[in-house]
């Protein structure tokens, strides 16, 4: 500090720092207010999205083709499939979607690199394969096309849906998130609730 501030009272130092933070709290207001504005636009989202997956995952329940369209549904279930230690059967499913893709030029490379991933025995993750799927596969990966996995994709896809996903409604990750989203969904009605008395109340007043 220099001597000249250091000579004078203490509260003229206070009153002093007193304005200058005013000032600035004026400044900064119109700031302030747009990030309040921001943070409902960010609320109101979130909401918005709460209510969506809530339906989303009502959907789970109804069928498993509902958990293998959804991105969200693909991934909680990887999540629980990770749980079971049987992670690889949806890494093969979308490895085979995902081939479906590739151009003609690639067709062979990726079939083989599919092949002794998942599908020949002892391979690193080896899917569950009845011998004669496995075989036919094999033939198809030497004249590689598109539809050279979908036999053992579709073998793999009724797995999952006749056993694994009877496990997955029941399990506690299902169901607690069946309650984190019912939760999220009442919160959001009565923040709706909330804000129609507020507007109610605001239109009383400015009547009388």
């Known amino acids: 500090m220099c001597k000249g501030l250091a000579t004078l009272p203490a509260t003229c130092l206070k009153s002093a720092k007193d304005i200058k933070h005013k000032i600035s709290f004026l400044l900064q207001k119109p700031e302030h207010q747009a990030t309040d504005q921001k943070q409902m636009k960010e609320k109101a989202a979130t909401s918005a999205k709460r209510t969506s997956n809530t339906a989303e995952v009502e959907k789970w329940k109804e069928c498993f083709s509902h958990v293998m369209s959804s991105d969200t549904g693909r991934t909680v279930f990887t999540n629980f499939l990770r749980s079971e230690f049987s992670q690889e059967n ?8 995902d ?22 025995e002892d391979a690193p993750h080896e899917v569950n394969l009845d011998a004669a799927t496995r075989e036919e596969t094999r033939r198809n990966v030497e004249n590689a096309c598109p539809s050279c996995f979908d036999g053992a994709q579709k073998t793999i896809y009724n797995l999952m849906e006749k056993d694994s996903y009877r496990r997955f409604l029941r399990s506690d990750l299902t169901r607690d998130l069946c309650r984190k989203q019912s939760g999220a969904a009442r919160e959001k009605t009565n923040e709706k609730r909330g804000w129609a008395g507020d507007d109610g109340r605001r239109a009383l007043t400015n009547g009388a």
């Not at 081939?99 to 020949?120: D, G, P």
Request: aromatic residues 16%; glycine residues 0%.
């Open 90 to 97: 949806m890494d093969f499913w979308i490895a085979c979607e």
């Open 99 to 120: 081939y479906k893709k590739t151009a003609a030029s690639k067709l062979a490379s990726r079939a083989e690199q599919i092949y002794q991933l998942y599908v020949e």
